[in-house]
């Protein structure tokens, strides 16, 4: 029996297989007016064709909590009633493929407001539908970000509150899980750095200071999202400096106080906090930052990063490496991944009969 495609429980939620969609921007929402951070056409064509193609879950892309936590100018949101509904339509085709319906929820902190990758993803102003960016402290990305505002108590309160509400619209969008965004540079993984806090209040210095933000997020979110709802949070294991960053160490300790918090499932990435690190990529490069914390935890994990072929993936998980694995560009090159896999490894999965003919 092949691993990748046995269902996983988590709460009441039961994943068909553990082949997942991790969350991946698409820049194309309009970046202002009624229609700003509402999932178009090429939303609902996209994640649909993936469900079509068997993948188990799909966590769409990050989706800012407010305008301001937004990526980009062009990222979808959920802060208010016009893109609940927009979402529905995308939520409620994922359930007719038997495929589980997540949303990354995102705040991207001081590296907000840039412009599309392929227009060069440099920081932009007012003048291109940007924004001043906000962070724990005052301190730039890289020389090419602009300086971000540091946040105060009662701002930092505000945007904890946006979580909250947030989740909610995501429940009322028919969401099945929700993922916090706690990597990649963006905010939360900014208050959890002493690479990007420098903060001297309750919100920096010691590790129970620099992830209290994230863990004030986690019991927020928690407090609104159902009991029987599986709450995910995504973290970069490691900011691959040698010093004065985030580290695996800090990743399990955290690991931990997430799960005591309420979350269900640790979707292991790494990096986006230190410009001009070397990070080793190769196939799997980040399973072992998922391998420790499933080893040295009871938290389920997912692994992500690189992983392309369905031996390799189907090994992660008979190995105890990981509980599910999340292929992104290689499901942006073929969304049927989920169903060439079971042909492959000979296992089950969903097939929509207008496709029974591809058996
Ligand atoms: C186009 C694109 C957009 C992405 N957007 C997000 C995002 O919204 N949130 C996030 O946590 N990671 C994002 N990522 C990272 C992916 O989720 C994933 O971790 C990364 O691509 C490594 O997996 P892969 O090698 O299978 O592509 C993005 C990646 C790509 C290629």
Redesign the pocket.
Known sequence: MSALFQPLRLREVTVPNRVWM????QYSAEPEGPSAGVPSDWHFAHYAARAAGGTGLIIV??TGVSPEGRISPRDLGLWNDTQVEAFRRITSFLRTQGTVPAV?L?HAGRKASTDRPWKGGAPVGPDAHGWQPVGPSALAFDARHPVPTELTAAQIREIVGQFADAARRALDAGFEIIEI?G??GYLIHEFLSPHSNQRTDAYGGSYENRSRFALEVVDAVREVWPDDKPLFF?VSATDWLDEGGWTPDDTVRFARDLQAHGVDLLDV?TGGNASGVRIPTGPGYQVPFAARVKAETTLPVAA????TDAEHAEKILANGEADAV?????LLRNPSWAQAAARELDGAVRIPDQYAWSI
């Open positions: 991790p969350p991946m921007c892309e990050a990354q995102a965004h990597a990649h995504r990435s992500v990063g690189l992983i999340l292929l992104g560009r290689e």
